[in-house]
C-alpha cells in the first residue's frame, strides 16, 4: 500500500536495516491525469536499470523474479491514480514500500545492500508546512500546506467579512470581469486599508487555534496596494509575498510557489541555527567530527545535527557505544546517525552542502551538544 505520510523514526530505522538486494528509487512525478504514463515510465525505467545491475553482478534469476514481481505490484496499483510531486520507491525481495510526497524529490536510483533513505530524511527532518493567503478585493482565502499534503483550503472557524464590499459595508465592488476596482467618496485606499485590517484580524484569529506561535511562514498573494497594506499590519508572522493576482490561481500553483521558496527560507533558517551552534565551541558543545558525532548521537548528546544528505560515507554504527566503522559494504553513516539522533529526541536537518555558509560548518556534518563529551 502506497503511504501519504512520512515515515516515523522507527520506520526510518528499519528501511536502513540490510537486505540482500535493495533497490532505491527517487522519481520526480506530476499530479495531473495526462502526466501518469509519464509517471510510470520514469519510474519503471529506473527499477528496470537497477534489475538489470543486479543481473550484471550474478543476482540470482529467483531473486530478480521476486523483485520483479514486486515491482508488478506497485506498477498495477491504484497509487499512479493519486500521485503528488514526487515517489520514493524501496523494493527488497522481501520487502517494498511507497511514499507519495508533495516536495520535490531528484530523479535517483541506488542499488546495494540498504536503501538510500537521504532524500526521504531530508523529506522528513525539513519543515515543510507553510500556510499562505490568497488576498484581493474580490475575496480572500486562507491554505495550508504541509509535510504530507499539498496546498489545501483551510476551512475558517469563525465569520469573517468576505471581500472587500463586505468588510467596508459598501456595494461598490464590479464584478470580477473588472478586477474589483472599489469607488467611492472615501478613495479607494481608505477602503482597502480597511479591508486589510479585517482580513489581518481574522487570519490571526484562525491561525491563532494551529499555530499560535507563528512560527509557520505565511504566504502572501496578493497585489499592490493590498500586498503592502497587509505587510504593514502583521509583525507577528514571516510574511513571504508573492506578487500577482491570486484570483485565477489554482491549488497546484500555490502549492509550487509555497514548495520553491520554503527551501530558500529553509537554509536561512539552518545558517542562523548553525551560527548559533558554533557559540557553543568554547564550552565543549560542538561537534564537527563523525567519529565524535556517531559516539554523541549514540549517548543522547546531540540536541541538534546538521548534515549533507547528498554525500554518502559509508560503514556502520555501534548502537551500544557509537564506535563507526568505515566499510564500503556498509550502510550510509550520516542517515543512520541521523535517525539515532530522532530516535533519542534531537533535531536533525538535513541539508545540501551550499545551503550552509556558517564559518563552523565542514561541508558534512556538524552537531550541537546537551552536554560535552567525556
Known sequence: MPRYQLPDTATLMRLG??????????????????????????????????????????????VEQQLRDRWTEIAESDLWLRLSRSLAIFIADDFHEVYVLPNALQNQSQVG????????????????????????????????ATASTRAEELPLIGEYATDAADATNRTTIRDRDHVGKLVGDEGKKVLLETYAKRVAEAV???LGHSDPSAKTPLFLFATDPLLDLYRGLDHKRQIVPVPGAPDSL????IDDAIRESLSTLNAQRTNRLVDDIGDGVARGLVATDLVDIGRAAVAGAVSTLVYDFTVDILGRLDDANGTITYDDDGYDLLSRIAVTVLDRGGEVIAV??????????????????????S
Do not use: C, M
Request: without cysteine; hydrophobic residues 35%.
Open 17 to 62: 536495516e540490510p537486505h540482500e538486494h535493495a533497490i532505491t528509487v527517487y522519481v520526480e512525478t506530476s499530479p495531473v491525469p495526462d502526466q501518469r504514463e509519464k509517471n510510470l515510465l520514469t519510474a519503471k525505467s529506473a527499477v528496470d536499470r537497477a534489475l538489470r545491475s543486479i543481473r550484471e553482478r550474478g543476482g540470482r534469476h529467483a
Open 113 to 144: 545492500a540498504y536503501f538510500d533513505i537521504g532524500q526521504l530524511a531530508r523529506a522528513v527532518t525539513s519543515p515543510q508546512q507553510a500556510f499562505a493567503l490568497t488576498l484581493s478585493a474580490n475575496g480572500w482565502n486562507l491554505w495550508r
Open 204 to 206: 490571526e484569529s484562525e
Open 250 to 253: 489554482r491549488p497546484d500553483q
Open 352 to 373: 545540501r552542502p551550499e545551503e550552509v555558509t556558517a564559518d563552523i560548518w565542514t561541508g558534512t556534518a556538524v552537531a550541537g551538544l546537551r552536554f560535552p563529551l
